[in-house]
């Protein structure tokens, strides 16, 4: 049973553009929703987080929204550019709380490509 | 290097073999996780050590798997009787788990096992 679900899997975008990745979780008990950038021969590495108890979290041109009700939340990449080119992925997990293993599930992950 | 280091960057094995991947994580960090990816998988959870207390072994595919943490730091996972669908890349993760959790996983470079 697959608890995070991401789309598209894949997404090409102009540069200027408007990036958006969303995902889906089932479980109620998540209470953090990171994202994570990966680059091509790279580790993933943290690019930013929400908690359920806001709606939306801004940093520079990255910016989460959360549906809690839908249980549902995305990603936009504002002003798209050729080095936002990577695979992101979504993930969630019920730690944030300081109880569970804080194990990270992750969505199947978005490969984004900027075009010039 | 400060960050979490993973060995062999690549391995090649006939089926059938065992393969050992090692895992240093970052210096004071507690926790240890161990993921897989496989190509449009996302990322696979393995196995979690936090501290001394006994591993989340729940995302582990088979008894063929295994792995353990010595002293609180290195870690090693252990693959017997590698199979063609364990070829994957095996990404190693640390931080530190607080109170309150982190959110931030420090991944490595991951090592890329490919069975033959």
């Known amino acids: 049973q697959q608890q995070v679900k991401q789309s598209p899997q894949s997404l090409i975008v102009q540069k200027g553009g408007i990036s958006i990745i969303n995902c889906a979780y089932e479980?109620?008990?998540?209470?953090?929703f990171p994202w994570y950038q990966q680059f091509p021969g790279k580790g993933p590495a943290l690019l930013i987080a929400i908690r359920p108890d806001v709606s939306e979290k801004k940093e520079g041109r990255f910016t989460i929204s959360f549906n809690k009700s839908a249980k549902q939340f995305s990603l936009h990449i504002m002003d798209s550019q050729p080095g936002d080119s990577a695979t992101y992925f979504c993930?969630?997990?019920?730690?944030?709380?300081?109880?569970?293993?804080?194990?990270?599930?992750f969505g199947k992950g978005t490969k984004l490509s900027v075009i010039p | 290097g400060a960050g979490v280091s993973q060995s062999p960057s690549n391995k090649v094995t006939e089926k059938g073999k065992d393969v050992e991947l090692r895992c240093d994580p970052i210096?004071?960090?507690?926790?240890l996780y161990w993921y897989r990816q496989s190509l449009g998988q996302g990322l696979e959870f393995l196995i979690y050590?936090?501290?001394?207390?006994?591993?989340?072994k729940s995302g582990l595919p088979s008894d063929r798997f295994s792995a353990e943490r010595t002293g609180g730091s290195v870690s090693t996972l252990t693959i017997q009787r590698t199979q063609q669908e364990d070829s994957a890349v095996y990404l190693c993760a640390s931080n530190i788990r607080l109170a309150f959790g982190t959110g931030e996983l420090f991944f490595g470079e991951g090592s890329r096992l490919t069975v033959l």
């Open positions: 050590f936090q501290g001394n207390s006994a591993p989340d």
């Open positions: 210096s004071g960090h507690t926790a």
């Open positions: 479980n109620t008990a998540f209470d953090y």
């Open positions: 993930a969630a997990t019920k730690g944030y709380s300081g109880a569970g293993s804080y194990q990270l599930t």
